[in-house]
């Protein structure tokens, strides 16, 4: 009876986690306009395909599966993956942390996850590659877990070995740096479950595994290679002087976006495990551990040479949850131990005053930037504006075709592959508009794609050209010789709480003399 009783209580604790989490995380997706990023990978969904420029498909799959293929194509729908996937992972590591010692842990462990900014937010509500790679990262950590149980029956552990290779696989379908479970999990064969090199199921589970990859081999087969050498030069050291800034960036930012409190609780957790303070089975503690460290090592190594982005090493942090859930709960028996307050504290005041900043700018940013660069210094204003350009641009848009100088055919140009993608979304979609990109590919991205499949271009098109005081650039810097005028048509200032934020300007590029190159047919 007391099993029961334990039972039922964590199992509504767990439900109301779930529910309060899932219905903030709603309105966060709801409330705030798409970042660069996501709106990016809305031409993932726009545009399918076997794999992209960037990423494998999964996340344009996921857009268009919640979405019920662009049905629903507001901020809410383009996210709500992001919404249900985090919630299904709270009750993985849930039952994770239960397989690896006890319902405490998996408790502890679901508390963690979401106090985590990184899985609360980054993959919680906004829409990443991270979103599907969370969720088969955390399906992998659960099956791995307990397929390493000393009692699991043969059948079964046959059954968790391909099941472990088609969620891995998956993964790799969603971000490249899952194969950083294979890594760690074949390490661990290696050390402790050597007698299952001798399992024909451990080879089927790595076929499968390569199978789910066999779309983007055959994308990059067809051209040129194109993401796996774009994705090798993000983390090339060779060409990289000794930068020790960008390996400060990279540290405060896994602190940051795992929570400081999540974070030192990781570490204290691995600490007292590699002093064999014996919380969890020694082997499983150190599966957790073979796939984790490796990623946070590698990515701290890169960052003394290159940029890198503190997510990426996300996933190895929500492996070692599982580790501090498991010694938290040697130590404790609240509901929710001080610490796991105090982080949540911490995720409650990063996310009203990140919202409030975005939305509102209530703490006013120096800014001495000119005219032109107003905003310059103020992140937060990538994920605002928008919505506030389109009356405007299309008030002006109408006036200059009522006038004859533009055409309604005429397409948004850009050269980066942001703001294009936002122009894309926020503008030329609801104006039933086309956006092009002319520029280098390592800029434009999958718009090298989009272009062909909008029809290209002729001599003779005109566009329209908008670029914001965030990141100015003047289309005479790019697309000098290749128009017969550019234009200014009118400058838009977008208002936040009452004062100007920043400004768009707004050109017209008539009469294309000179067609870009094509590089896809080139190959580059």
């Known amino acids: 009876m007391k099993w029961i009783h334990a039972n039922n209580k964590f199992t509504k604790r767990l439900f109301w986690l779930m529910l309060v989490s899932g219905l903030t995380r709603t309105l966060l997706a709801w409330w705030h306009e798409l970042g660069n990023d996501e709106v990016y990978y809305f031409t993932y969904a726009a545009f399918p395909d076997l794999s992209h420029f960037d990423h494998p498909p999964m996340v344009g799959w996921m857009m268009q599966l919640f979405s019920l293929n662009l049905l629903f194509d507001s901020e809410l729908f383009l996210r709500l993956s992001s919404v249900v996937l985090m919630t299904a992972n709270t009750w993985l590591i849930f039952r994770t942390g239960k397989e690896l010692r006890d319902e405490r842990t998996g408790w502890y462990a679901a508390l963690l996850y979401n106090s985590s900014v990184y899985a609360f937010v980054i993959t919680g509500f906004m829409i990443l590659p991270d979103t599907p790679q969370n969720f088969f990262w955390m399906l992998s950590l659960m099956l791995m877990i307990m397929a390493t149980k000393a009692e699991v029956e043969p059948k079964k552990l046959n059954f968790l070995l391909a099941a472990i290779g088609l969620t891995i696989g998956l993964g790799m379908l969603s971000k490249y740096t899952s194969v950083f479970l294979w890594f760690g999990f074949g390490l661990y064969i290696l050390l402790f479950r050597r007698h299952w090199l001798k399992k024909p199921a451990l080879y089927l589970s790595v076929l499968l595994s390569a199978l789910c990859l066999l779309p983007v081999l055959l994308w990059n087969l067809e051209n040129h290679f194109v993401s796996f050498t774009f994705q090798g030069e993000r983390v090339n050291i060779f060409d990289s002087p000794l930068r020790l800034s960008l390996f400060f960036t990279e540290l405060g930012g896994q602190v940051v976006y795992n929570n400081p409190v999540n974070y030192i609780l990781v570490w204290l957790g691995v600490y007292w495990f590699l002093r064999k303070k014996n919380f969890i089975a020694f082997d499983q503690g150190s599966l957790l551990l073979l796939i984790a460290l490796p990623l946070v090592f590698i990515f701290l190594f890169f960052a003394l040479f290159r940029s890198t982005l503190p997510h990426w090493t996300g996933p190895a942090y929500n492996t070692m949850l599982l580790i501090a859930a498991a010694w938290l709960a040697t130590r404790h028996r609240a509901p929710v131990p001080r610490s796991i307050r105090i982080a949540f504290y911490v995720l409650l005041v990063f996310i009203v005053a990140g919202s409030l900043q975005i939305k509102f700018g209530l703490i006013p940013m120096k800014d001495n930037q000119p005219y032109h660069k107003l905003g310059n210094n103020d992140v937060t204003?990538?994920?605002?504006?928008?919505?506030?350009?389109?009356?405007?641009?299309?008030?002006?848009?109408?006036?200059?075709?009522?006038?004859?100088?533009?055409?309604?055919?005429?397409?948004?140009?850009?050269?980066?592959?942001?703001?294009?993608?936002?122009?894309?979304?926020?503008?030329?979609?609801?104006?039933?508009?086309?956006?092009?990109?002319i520029g280098e590919p390592s800029r434009l991205h999958k718009y090298l794609w989009i272009n062909d499949i909008r029809g290209g271009f002729a001599l003779g098109d005109d566009f329209w050209y908008i670029t914001n005081s965030r990141d100015y650039k003047h289309p005479s810097e790019v697309y000098s010789g290749m128009f017969e005028s550019i234009v200014p048509a009118d400058t838009i200032q977008i208002m936040r709480n009452g004062v100007v934020a920043k400004r768009y300007f707004v050109f017209m590029l008539n009469d294309l003399r000179v067609l870009p190159e094509n590089h896809l047919a080139s190959g580059q």
């Open 381 to 437: 204003l990538d994920m605002y504006g928008w919505r506030e350009l389109l009356p405007a641009f299309t008030a002006l848009r109408e006036k200059h075709i009522a006038e004859g100088k533009m055409k309604q055919t005429d397409a948004l140009l850009g050269e980066n592959w942001f703001p294009l993608a936002n122009m894309d979304y926020y503008l030329a979609r609801p104006l039933g508009m086309k956006a092009m990109g």
